[in-house]
């Protein structure tokens, strides 16, 4: 695996292999072990749109594994904003760096980043496209809690057209025995290139506006709604307060529901799950540096000893 632009590069075997990867960073570094494996390396994060966890949790991943970071966040602060071409910048990357992690409001950026250079390049989220990292961090919270060998009904809620974290996720669930129901206003609902790709993956799906179709799920993922892809500012107004997961909702579950969420969060999920057992989307988050530290390892192709 040289890059990561969409979920769909990933094998069942590279995920099985990076789960596993990913326990034993954890355990590691629970067990305070340094793991000094990437000290001849650079990593460079290129954030063109806000970013907290994603950005935060690759530096810190490449910090914990001895390697260092260069950064540029905003384009008002790299020269993309004197108008100079992704091309070129990602020309410059490449002799400063060993291997890129990019966000950018482009769909597709990534992967031309990727095409403009011989360096692994990760897509750390393009516009309303993919966000295969966080699918892999999603993947390993949900095998952490409710086991992937078993079958598992995972509930996305909220807006499915441009949540590019609910893209990923459900390509790689496809490699597992699931079922996904897809719970968002019809206008907010899943693209067609993804109903398609879940249709030739024989992966049952359903679509629904009721946001009780979640207590019979395992998982309930819920996204915001993506303010920043709406040209429409009235749409947005309509939808931004459409669903609240609260606690009372998630003790009705018949299934022991876990929550999920990618972050950041407005008022979808209220404050008041936050304590409960159910509530996971903060561990999850953490989960991204376990992951991220195994995908840096991966790509640049050193093997982890521990
Ligand atoms: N989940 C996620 O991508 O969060 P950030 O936007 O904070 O990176």
């Given at each position: 695996m040289k890059t990561v632009i969409s979920a769909s590069q990933f094998t069942k075997e590279d995920l099985v292999?990076?789960?596993?990867?990913?326990?034993?960073?954890?355990?590691?570094?629970k067990s305070r072990r340094q793991l000094p494996l990437l000290d001849e390396y650079v990593l460079a994060t290129l954030f063109f749109e806000p970013s907290t966890r994603t950005r935060l949790s690759f530096e810190s991943a490449m910090h914990r594994l001895g390697g260092r970071v260069i950064t540029t966040v905003g384009v008002q602060f790299s020269s993309l904003a004197k108008g100079e071409s992704l091309f070129d910048t990602m020309k410059m990357v490449e002799s400063y760096a060993d291997i890129v992690a990019i966000r950018h409001p482009l769909e597709g950026a990534s992967h031309i980043a990727a095409k403009t250079v011989s360096i692994p390049v990760i897509n750390a989220g393009d516009g309303a496209?993919?966000?295969?990292?966080?699918?892999?961090?999603?993947?390993?919270?949900?095998?952490?809690?409710?086991?992937?060998?078993?079958?598992?009904?995972?509930?996305?809620i909220g807006d499915i057209r441009n949540g590019r974290t609910i893209?990923?996720?459900?390509?790689?669930?496809?490699?597992f025995p699931s079922e996904l129901i897809f719970i968002s206003p019809a206008e907010l609902s899943l693209p067609d290139k993804y109903k398609e790709m879940l249709k030739q993956s024989r992966i049952p799906f359903q679509?629904?506006?009721?946001?009780?179709?979640?207590?019979d799920s395992d998982v309930a993922y819920v996204t915001r709604i993506q303010e920043e892809r709406f040209t429409d500012r009235s749409e947005y107004e309509k939808f931004k307060?459409?669903?609240?997961?609260?606690?009372?909702?998630i003790e009705k579950s018949r299934r022991g529901t876990i929550v999920m969420h990618p972050l950041p969060r407005l008022t979808e999920v209220s404050t008041d799950l936050d304590n409960h057992p159910s509530a996971v989307y903060f561990e999850q988050a953490t989960n991204g540096l376990y992951t991220r530290m195994?995908?840096?390892?991966?790509?640049l192709n050193v093997p982890l000893q521990i």
């Open positions: 292999r990076l789960l596993e990867a990913s326990r034993k960073i954890e355990e590691a570094l496209g993919e966000h295969p990292t966080q699918a892999l961090l999603d993947l390993y919270t949900i095998n952490k809690h409710k086991d992937l060998s078993r079958y598992i009904r995972l509930a996305f893209h990923s996720l459900l390509q790689l669930m496809a490699h679509e629904t506006e009721n946001i009780e179709a979640l207590l307060d459409y669903y609240s997961v609260d606690r009372e909702l195994a995908l840096l390892l991966e790509l």
